[in-house]
């Protein structure tokens, strides 16, 4: 069911990725820190594709 709202919320979370962040969670990580890690990991992943194909 979560791997679904998941997807319709168009998260991009596989289910690893997602099964890892509803530990954390529970654990007692906030989740807008978690959120704001994740979006700056991608933002980081995107730039590193960007200088790839430039050279």
């Given amino acids: 069911v ?3 709202i998941s997807r319709i919320l168009n ?3 596989d289910m690893e ?3 890892i962040c509803v530990r ?3 654990q007692g990580i906030n989740s807008e820190a978690l959120s704001s890690v994740i979006k700056e990991l991608r933002k980081a992943t995107e730039a590193l594709k960007v200088e790839i194909h430039t050279f």
């Fill in 17 to 19: 990725t997602l099964s």
């Fill in 2 to 4: 979560l791997l679904e």
């Fill in 24 to 26: 954390l969670c529970e």
């Fill in 11 to 13: 998260t991009k979370l």
